[in-house]
């Protein structure tokens, strides 16, 4: 019972901690050489923007919704035309799901590290193509 006790808290320690981190990056959105402002519009029609980490394969620009806070994945599903700014540029860019083959094969080109996924709780990773409009 007490090994069942200290699993129990232990868990308990790891969400909170998953929810803290996640909730800084929400926060902070940190940016560098490598991130992109997305912006996608919600079902009110109000727009919201996301810092997110731009990834490149096969010339073709992707992202991919790497956390458990995923609006505006859901977001750009359901409203494709984004607006993308990278590099104090904006251009407009249509958000297309892909393929597994296709998610495969980014997924291995630009994988994560163990620690960065325990520290966001492990979250299926999906991506969007973005197409230039």
Same mark, same amino acid.
């Given at each position: 019972?007490?090994?069942?006790?200290?699993?129990?808290?232990?868990?308990?320690?790891?969400v909170g901690g998953v929810?803290?981190? =996640?909730?800084y990056l929400g926060y902070a959105q940190p940016e560098n050489q490598r991130t992109l402002v997305i912006t996608t519009t919600d079902a009110t029609g109000a727009s919201n923007e996301r810092v997110l980490a731009s990834l490149e394969s096969n010339g073709q620009l992707y992202v991919s919704?790497?956390?458990?806070?995923?609006?505006?994945?859901?977001?750009a599903l359901e409203s494709p035309n984004v607006l993308v700014a990278r590099a104090a540029e904006a251009h407009k860019y249509l958000a297309v799901p892909i393929? =597994?083959?296709?998610?495969?094969?980014?997924?291995? =080109?630009?994988?994560?590290?163990?620690?960065?996924?325990i520290l966001t709780g492990f979250p299926p990773r999906v991506f969007l193509r973005l197409d230039p409009q």
């Open positions: 019972m007490k090994a069942l006790k200290i699993f129990a808290i232990l868990v308990v320690v790891y929810v803290v981190f =996640e909730s919704a790497n956390h458990w806070p995923r609006a505006w994945y859901k977001q393929s =597994e083959e296709e998610a495969r094969r980014v997924n291995n =080109e630009h994988r994560h590290s163990l620690g960065f996924r």
